[in-house]
């Protein structure tokens, strides 16, 4: 097992594609937690996945209290702008869950309110109109320095 990438309530099919992508090469599993913005049989969806599809473990949630009761000894962090650590900050190990929330709106605030302590962010240029970055390229941001810190400490088994 590599990382587990979530995305909470995602809304655009061609950023979940592209994600897809990364997920297949780094050996992550995706975890889908509803309302999705899109039908997974979407075109747009499929062809920004390519042909990668069958290559990655998605799992999917009616909620992210579902996915966190299924898992409630997992280590999660929380991709956000309002985060007070940066992304490097945290000692990521394998099996680590990245949650990501939804382009137009990010993480809810219940889930940002209950999760302080791990709240991390991608730093930005002050005084920038830019509200934030494409969540498909936040995702491969955090999840390469996930395992870039793994790989230094010696403990991936999959990464070539």
Excluded at 82 to 108: C, M, Q
Excluded at 118 to 126: F, G, H, L
Excluded at 143 to 154: F, H, N, P, S
């Amino acid at each position: 097992m590599s990382f587990n990438i979530v995305l909470v309530e995602p809304e655009i099919p061609q950023n979940t594609g592209n994600i897809v992508r990364t997920c297949a090469a780094t050996g992550s599993t995706l975890h889908l937690v509803k309302p999705l913005g899109f039908s997974t049989d979407d075109k747009h969806l499929k062809r920004a996945g390519l042909d990668y599809w069958h290559l990655v473990d998605i799992r999917y949630y009616d909620s992210f209290q579902s996915l966190k009761e299924m898992y409630n000894e997992a280590t999660y962090y929380f991709a956000t702008t309002k985060g007070k650590r940066l992304y490097t900050e945290p000692a990521y190990k394998e099996g680590d869950f990245l949650v990501f929330g939804k382009e137009t709106a990010g993480l809810p605030k219940e889930i940002i309110d209950a999760n302080r302590d791990y709240c991390i962010r991608i730093p930005m240029v002050e005084n920038t109109a830019a509200r934030s970055l494409n969540l498909s390229n936040s995702v491969a941001i955090i999840v390469y320095e996930a395992l870039r810190q793994v790989a230094i400490k010696g403990n991936l088994t999959k990464l070539t």
